[in-house]
């Protein structure tokens, strides 16, 4: 089994910055793609970025230039650096990890169970 812990959500005011943190730990062979989603109340769920095991990423349109996804592939961890927050960012915040966990022809899917971020004045 794979597990994956989340971090670093919180309250912040419009203007300021946050880091979310995934860990991910259990029997896996290696890591392919980490990413972020996101979920606002009454709204449907939302990728905000990715980034692979050749650290190519990708960004919602709505988050480029503001948010920077990272990952430590020695700690199986990745990192959401979220700047200059609005209001508009309030959601809870989902890790997703897909990963070669019994051998290299399968993967698999794994989430965490979600970080609020709440940004507000």
């Known amino acids: 089994q794979v597990q994956l812990v989340e971090s670093g959500g919180g309250l912040a005011q419009p203007g300021g910055s946050l880091r979310l943190s995934c860990a991910a730990s259990?029997?896996?062979?290696?890591?392919?793609?980490m990413g972020w989603y996101r979920q606002a109340p009454g709204k449907q769920r939302e990728l905000v970025a990715f980034?692979?095991?050749?650290?190519?990423?990708n960004y919602a349109d709505s988050v480029k230039g503001r948010f920077t996804i990272s990952r430590d592939n020695a700690k199986n961890t990745v990192y959401l650096r979220m700047n200059s927050l609005k209001p508009e960012d309030t959601a809870v915040y989902l890790c997703?990890?897909?990963?070669?966990?019994?051998?290299?022809?399968?993967?698999?899917?794994?989430w965490g169970q979600g970080t609020q971020v709440t940004v507000s004045s």
């Open positions: 997703h990890v897909r990963l070669y966990e019994r051998n290299y022809y399968l993967l698999s899917d794994y």
């Open positions: 980034i692979t095991s050749s650290s190519r990423t």
């Open positions: 259990g029997s896996f062979i290696s890591i392919n793609t």
